[in-house]
């Protein structure tokens, strides 16, 4: 059973950061893309940003482009996600989720339903 645990979120003010990891129990993950959702309460679960497997490309969406990065440790089967200069609306519960990577190639690296395993959550909260 594939297995993706998350660690690091928690509180912060505003303009702080905080780092976010997903690690997987999964052999192939350098295979994989790794994507990161968050959701908000009262919002849609929205793509926050994705990685591919080999480290070399990633995609963020546009409201956490230049703040946000996504990394990740292929010999620690772990992927990061760095926010930087936090904002009281980035507060959510942040998953990170593996694809298959074909995804990439079939423009569905933003696609929620395109990822089959997901972490459990981590909240982040950003107060003002």
């Known amino acids: 059973q594939v297995q993706l645990v998350q660690s690091g979120g928690g509180l912060t003010q505003f303009g702080g950061s905080l780092r976010l990891s997903c690690v997987a129990n999964k052999r192939t993950f350098p295979n994989y893309i790794v994507g990161w959702f968050r959701h908000a309460p009262g919002n849609e679960t929205e793509f926050t940003g994705a990685i591919a497997g080999s480290g070399d490309r990633t995609y963020y969406a546009d409201s956490v482009k230049g703040r946000f990065t996504i990394s990740r440790d292929n010999a620690k089967n772990t992927a990061y996600l760095q926010m930087n200069s936090l904002k009281p609306e980035d507060t959510a519960v942040y998953y990170c989720?593996?694809?298959?990577?074909?995804?990439?190639?079939?423009?569905?690296?933003?696609?929620?339903?395109?990822?089959?395993?997901w972490g459990q959550g981590s909240q982040v909260t950003v107060s003002s």
């Open positions: 989720a593996l694809g298959d990577p074909r995804i990439e190639g079939s423009g569905n690296v933003r696609s929620r339903g395109a990822y089959e395993y």
